[in-house]
């Protein structure tokens, strides 16, 4: 059955699924892929099909925010999609993390509204361990800089209290923040689906981060490398756990 915002259905055949939040990142992944072709076009739910070493892979964007993440989740699980790693931007919140390193989120502070729709906020946010060392390995060939703890997703952008907030949650331990990694991991595990986030840092803790963001679109060169860097992680982790999963 064609799904209502994804448009798409069971007739697919895709077991993993690569979810950026920006839709013009789809076209950046669709040059890492084989047999490239472009599937739906609505919203902000921009998707592709294709390979990488032999493994089918469904790209889909999510846009900005825990609600629109989780409609995709829900959607993607009825179309038989059994993984997903979300390929996103952050803020950092720890002085240590430069511009374009990866942060592999173990877990998210559940500080968004989505993920506190479907279960109270005493329930964890954690990533599939399997999938996410996946991910952890992949970059660690590729060479990239990385970091792995907590994120923290919250719920909007801009608003009075963000650098208080920032704040206390660097203060925790807390490496980056964004606002989709808590909704996907609580709605991936209350389906049963697996899930791993990785996010490419785009300021630096301290910063501006209207600033920031606005270098990062104008595709500032770390921050770009970073982009480059999270997208091969993913597809390389994506063919690492196919191999693990057929070999069980």
Known sequence: MKQAHIMLDETLGIKYALMPGDP?????IGEQLENVRQLENNREFF???GSYKGVDILAISTGIGGCSAGIA????KNIGVKAMIRIGSCGALQKDIGLGELIFAQAAVRDDGASKAYVPDIFPACAHRELLNCCVEAAQALGAAWHEGIVHSHESFYHEENEA???YW????VLGADME???LYTIARLR???????LNNVVLYGQDTADSIGDYTQGAQLTARGE???????LEAFVLFDRKENSK
Do not use: D, F
């Open 192 to 198: 049963g689906m697996k899930a791993a986030s990785i």
């Open 165 to 167: 907030q920032s704040a």
């Open 73 to 76: 989740v829900e959607e993607l």
């Open 228 to 234: 480059t860097l999270e997208i091969l992680s993913a």
């Open 181 to 183: 990694t808590a909704a």
């Open 170 to 173: 660097s203060s925790k331990g």
């Open 24 to 28: 013009g990142r789809i076209r950046r």
């Open 47 to 49: 998707s592709i099909r």
